[in-house]
């Protein structure tokens, strides 16, 4: 096995990368920048929506059998983005820069999401089912998928669709990084003396999938006969109140809970940039501005804790436990051993 993970530096690529990492396989890693984290994968540095270095850095791959495509373009405005026509278009393209130049003969991983069942467009349909058919509206998974399709009946190799919902892992500078934006949020919150308050809004049900486990999924879709042409949703197995997680962080920061206290906090929380930097200091931390860390989650984090309206998002998992993937994970004990991992790496205050 020959593996290229591409969007490597991202939280389904470092999943991956970690899950793969004593697999008996060559590892090739591609990002704009080199992985901030430990890895044993060669690397290949480039800008996907550049199509002549696309030509100049894949050209001279030979032998890849395997493909995981977790790369993502999004816009600065996150979540009106995942609306917009040239930002489907950018992502398509981005595949077709890699798939044009460096196809695996055996097996491609794509990625998706909740998105797939138009939760960004319109309250979804629970539980969320692998066969419900495509909503209307735009989606770049669409253009992706039909892309997908096409090059593997026309080169002979397989295919794997995985669904996550909210992925969480110690990724730095994702733009969907949930475990980023509560552990600076909490520890913001904690420096200024205040109790760790929910700033979410009304309540609803949804689910998480840790990198970890995802990157776990990927490698069994990798070799798994069940998993050939097929599509699945993954969560880590359990439902999600993110209010009722709130404990579990406040105990990672040593904190108490407060009372809800509702607050957008992509409108807040850059007020603390220079608080945060100070912190940096003060605890010895990795040097990370806070908008390097947090990027565009603030935006995601208004959204996933309902700040502006929630719906009840779930996916069912029956699938892809039925082909013998059955892996699991507690949604708090994720939360906090990645907020703990995150304090150990000095990334954030203990």
């Known amino acids: 096995m020959k593996m290229l993970v591409v969007g490597a530096r991202g939280l389904v690529g470092q999943g991956v990368l970690e899950a793969m990492d004593d697999a008996d396989c060559e590892l090739i890693a591609v990002s704009r920048r080199?992985?901030?984290f430990a890895t044993r994968a060669d690397f290949v540095s480039v800008d996907?929506?550049?199509?002549?270095?696309?030509?100049?850095?894949?050209?001279?791959?030979?032998?890849?059998?395997h493909v995981v495509y977790a790369a993502l373009h999004e816009r600065p405005e996150l979540i009106a983005g995942w609306r917009d026509?040239?930002?489907?278009?950018?992502?398509?393209?981005?595949?077709?820069?890699?798939?044009?130049?460096?196809?695996?003969s055996e097996h491609l991983t794509l990625l998706q999401g909740t998105k797939?069942?138009?939760?960004?467009?319109?309250?979804?349909?629970?539980?969320?089912?692998?066969?419900?058919?495509?909503?209307?509206?735009?989606?770049?998974?669409w253009v992706q998928e039909d892309l997908v399709r096409e090059r593997a009946a026309r080169c002979g190799w397989a295919f794997t669709i995985m669904r996550p919902q909210i992925v969480c892992g110690v990724a730095v500078g994702s733009p969907m990084n949930m475990t980023m934006a509560i552990g600076v949020y909490a520890a913001i919150q904690r420096e200024r003396g205040g109790p760790l308050s929910f700033p979410g809004g009304e309540e609803f049900i949804t689910e998480a999938t840790d990198a970890a486990l995802l990157g776990r999924a990927i490698r069994w879709a990798a070799s798994a006969e069940e998993s050939r042409d097929e599509t699945f949703n993954v969560t880590n197995g359990d439902q999600l109140?993110?209010?009722?997680?709130?404990?579990?962080?406040?105990?990672?920061?040593?904190?108490?809970?407060?009372?809800?206290?509702?607050?957008?906090?992509?409108e807040t929380m850059p007020r603390h940039a220079e608080l945060w930097d100070a912190m940096t200091r003060k605890y010895g931390l990795a040097g990370?501005?806070?908008?390097a860390l947090v990027g565009s989650s603030w935006q995601f984090a208004d959204a996933v804790f309902g700040l502006h309206g929630g719906q009840h998002t779930l996916l069912s998992t029956v699938k892809i436990r039925q082909a013998g993937f059955g892996d699991c994970i507690d949604t708090e004990v994720m939360l906090d051993g990645q907020l703990r991992r995150l304090q150990d790496l000095r990334i954030l205050p203990s």
């Not at 009722?244 to 509702?262: L, N, R």
């Not at 990370?288 to 908008?291: A, E, K, N, S």
């Open 34 to 36: 080199a992985p901030d």
């Open 48 to 65: 996907l929506t550049d199509r002549d270095a696309c030509r100049a850095a894949f050209s001279g791959l030979s032998g890849v059998t």
């Open 85 to 104: 026509e040239q930002q489907i278009a950018t992502n398509l393209a981005m595949l077709e820069n890699v798939l044009d130049f460096v196809e695996p």
């Open 116 to 141: 797939a069942y138009g939760a960004h467009l319109h309250p979804m349909r629970n539980p969320g089912k692998e066969h419900h058919p495509r909503h209307a509206g735009p989606n770049f998974y």
């Open 241 to 266: 109140v993110w209010r009722s997680a709130w404990q579990t962080v406040a105990d990672a920061f040593g904190m108490e809970v407060g009372g809800d206290q509702p607050t957008s906090l992509v």
């Open 288 to 291: 990370y501005g806070m908008d």
